[in-house]
């Protein structure tokens, strides 16, 4: 299963875009790439997933280099409602492991 | 769809007391996953079932945790005896992978505060 280390916390401030990246070396031929959000006391939340180039949703963007082995999030124009604990996951795509496994995550601080 | 539902939301026992937690997914929905989320551990997997069969359970912290899914629509995690330790909040979620399906959203619960004494 493929390895994701990202930032473990991140400030900013109303109005700005934050980028986000998250390292993949040794991600897999099957393997997607996936965003999830959690805010206090809730259950993490899908955000957007890629296999390659840009995925662009009404909530963010990811972009993935030709290599896959990092990917970017980036939100724009960031709320005080955007603070949050941003993860990314690397997803088999194989039958077999559907799993969901994810890692310390990077928590985002928008400040006014 | 009323998305995942678990329940108790909040759950205070005493150590040595049955612990058990339920978990409606998803109409529809061909995966199910437990997960556990502590400040020092963060968000673990526990077990996830297949069309109601368990795939993976490696993420059970011991014997004292069991987990079932009876029908599609109803998963159990139980812990006998509970300790204080096992004090988290427990999170279940289902996913579709249908054939050719590329989609990686699973759906969370919105949890269950688990509070040994």
Redesign the interface.
């Known amino acids: 299963l493929a390895k994701t280390t990202q930032p473990i916390s991140m400030d900013s401030y109303e109005g700005q875009e934050v980028n986000i990246t998250c390292s993949h070396n040794n991600i897999a031929t099957n393997d997607?790439i996936?965003w999830y959000q959690q805010f206090p006391?809730?259950?993490?939340?899908?955000i957007i997933?890629g296999?390659k180039t840009k995925v662009t949703n009404e909530v963010a963007s990811l972009f993935i280099p030709a290599d896959r082995k990092s990917s970017t999030l980036s939100l724009p124009r960031v709320s005080l409602s955007d603070t949050a604990v941003y993860?990314c996951?690397v997803?088999l795509?194989d039958t077999g492991?559907?799993?969901?496994?994810?890692?310390?995550?990077t928590r985002l601080q928008v400040q006014p | 769809d009323a998305g995942?539902i678990q329940s108790p939301r909040h759950e205070v026992t005493e150590m040595g007391q049955e612990v058990t937690l339920r978990c409606k997914p998803i109409s529809g929905h061909d995966?199910l996953?437990w997960?556990r989320q502590t400040m020092m551990r963060?968000?673990e997997?526990l077990i996830?079932f297949?069309n109601n069969v368990p795939?993976?359970d490696s993420g059970m912290p011991e014997d004292r945790f069991s987990a079932k899914m009876p029908n599609a629509s109803f998963s159990t995690l139980k812990i006998q005896p509970s300790e204080p330790r096992d004090s988290a909040v427990y999170?279940c979620?289902s996913?579709y992978?249908g054939t050719g399906h590329?989609?990686?959203?699973?759906?969370?619960?919105?949890?269950t505060r688990l509070t040994v004494v």
Do not use: W
């Open positions: 997607y996936t006391s809730q259950g993490p939340r899908f997933q296999y993860y996951l997803v795509m492991r559907r799993a969901l496994t994810f890692g310390s995550g | 995942v995966y996953f997960y963060g968000l997997l996830y297949n795939i993976d999170f979620a996913r992978t590329m989609n990686t959203e699973a759906f969370f619960g919105q949890g």
